[in-house]
């Protein structure tokens, strides 16, 4: 069934850009004049309205926040050079989105719809799209049920807002990520697959330990054996030994599908790199390390774009990866999605909608 819904804008009176220190972007702290909101109740999802941003009112039997029916999305919108205005690839995130709600028991968003409302918003705050390098808009949707009941059932009532953030480099040095072996991230069955708001605060803890001792972020394992490496938590990973390009394969649900990563595989291959998606066990890193074939390792997320990793944690030690500068196709990949978003190559892929 195709369903059209009107968005409304109600402009902010004074906007608060001059306010900001564009110098200067923290990640995530700094929020545009406007946000989107749209409710889902009677069995649909009612006209859209961007309205000025602020706090959300909330009866306290909401049960977002007692049940965690709650997920999100992640994004950015870049000016390029010539001043036009880019998504990168909204319709993934659509798609992902749709997929996170069925498995949450929420009612999804019809893809052109969310990429419409997507593009719409960032439309209205176009003028908070900086114009400097490796600089973009962050733009967060998210959903969450709105009952006001306490019980454990789907809810009937959902609202979804997207919101956005003028945001600098997320990480402004490459990582150490510390392999972990105790706790689990996602399991087979579960959620891990989905942008679901609990595995983020399930993470907290053990990643917290691995901060104290000099991790940025944990490198985890599957939940069964721990021999396997999975994800980094809100970045995925690829590695590169003995030429080859590698990632752990998605086909376990406990992996999120991430669009950065796809479009590194993807132009890995179209570069004519050997690609392989499948399980890689820690041990073959270990390996790989000491006979030096692991040339390159790098998480790959929105925020980040990509991260390089220079130190891997092990039980009691640690692995030292090769100097970030003689990475060729991290480096390669990382120009080449910053030059596309930034509009000075031509997108062959189709990978950016023009606002
Ligand atoms: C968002 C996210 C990623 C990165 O996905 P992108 O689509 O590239 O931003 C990786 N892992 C997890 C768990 C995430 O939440």
């Not at 972007?25 to 859209?48: C, E, I, N, R, T």
Request: contains cysteine.
């Amino acid at each position: 069934m195709l369903q059209t819904i009107a968005i409304k804008v109600t402009p902010v009176q004074e906007s608060k850009i001059n306010a900001v220190d564009w110098e200067n972007l923290p990640f995530g702290k700094v929020f545009s004049d406007h946000m989107l909101v749209m409710d889902y109740k009677d069995g649909a999802w009612q006209d859209a309205e961007i309205i000025p941003f602020g706090p959300i009112a909330m009866h306290p039997a909401m049960s977002a926040i007692h049940y965690g029916q709650s997920i999100f999305e992640g994004m950015k919108a870049n000016k390029t050079v010539n001043g036009d205005l880019l998504i990168f690839r909204p319709d993934m995130n659509a798609k992902r989105f749709i997929e996170s709600a069925e498995r949450m028991c929420m009612p999804p968003i019809p893809e052109d719809i969310f990429v419409e409302l997507v593009r719409k918003m960032v439309e209205v705050e176009s003028n908070w799209i900086p114009s400097k390098e490796g600089y973009s808009l962050y733009i967060r949707p998210f959903m969450f049920a709105t009952d006001e009941f306490i019980g454990i059932k789907p809810s009937e009532t959902y609202r979804f807002v997207i919101f956005t953030c003028p945001v600098g480099a997320y990480y402004s040095e490459p990582v150490n990520v510390k392999i972990e072996e105790f706790y689990t991230r996602a399991s087979v069955g579960g959620v891990g697959r989905a942008k679901v708001a609990g595995n983020y605060g399930a993470a907290l803890a053990p990643a917290r330990i691995g901060q104290k001792n000099g991790y940025h972020q944990l490198l985890w394992t599957d939940g069964k054996t721990h021999e396997y490496i999975e994800e980094s938590g809100t970045m995925n990973i690829v590695l590169v030994i003995d030429g080859v390009v590698i990632s752990p394969s998605e086909e376990s649900d406990t992996i999120l599908r991430g669009v950065t990563k796809r479009s590194v595989l993807d132009l890995a291959k179209h570069w004519g790199y050997p690609v392989e998606e499948r399980k890689v066990s820690v041990k073959e890193i270990v390996e790989a390390n000491k006979n030096g074939t692991l040339t390159e390792a790098f998480g790959a997320g929105t925020a980040a774009t990509i991260a390089h990793i220079v130190k891997i944690g092990y039980r009691d030690g640690d692995l030292i990866l090769p100097p970030v500068e003689g990475r060729t196709f991290s480096n390669r990949v990382y120009d080449y999605l910053n030059d596309l978003k930034a509009g000075k190559i031509e997108d062959t892929f189709g990978w950016t909608l023009k606002v």
